[in-house]
């Protein structure tokens, strides 16, 4: 069983600055690919950055050069760095894992940016 809990959401200004934090329960952290998504109201919930177990990072199109998603095996933690916030990146912000083809959810935590 493997328990994601999200937690570094809060109300910002456009232009502003979070890192959001996922903390993973269970000793195979290190040996998956963790990923970060996010729904904003009235849309399908997507694909925001994902890092490999190696560290490898992916990030969609619109949030590039402004997040940076990182982990910390030692502390079976992955990070979301989020700069230049946008009120388009306003949504709920999910961590996720695949593990064992079992797919993995948080509980989300809330962003939101002001203009």
């Known amino acids: 069983q493997v328990q994601l809990v999200e937690s570094g959401g809060d109300l910002v200004q456009s232009g502003g600055s979070l890192r959001l934090s996922c903390a993973a329960s269970g000793s195979i952290f290190s040996m998956h690919g963790m990923d970060w998504y996010r729904q904003a109201p009235g849309k399908q919930r997507e694909l925001v950055a994902s890092?490999?177990?190696?560290?490898?990072?992916n990030y969609v199109d619109s949030v590039k050069g402004r997040f940076t998603i990182s982990r910390d095996n030692a502390k079976n933690r992955v990070y979301l760095q989020m700069n230049s916030l946008k009120p388009e990146d306003t949504g709920v912000y999910y961590c996720?894992?695949?593990?064992?083809?079992?797919?993995?959810w948080g509980q989300g935590t809330q962003v939101t940016v002001s203009s």
């Open positions: 890092i490999t177990s190696g560290g490898s990072a």
């Open positions: 996720h894992a695949v593990v064992g083809l079992v797919n993995y």
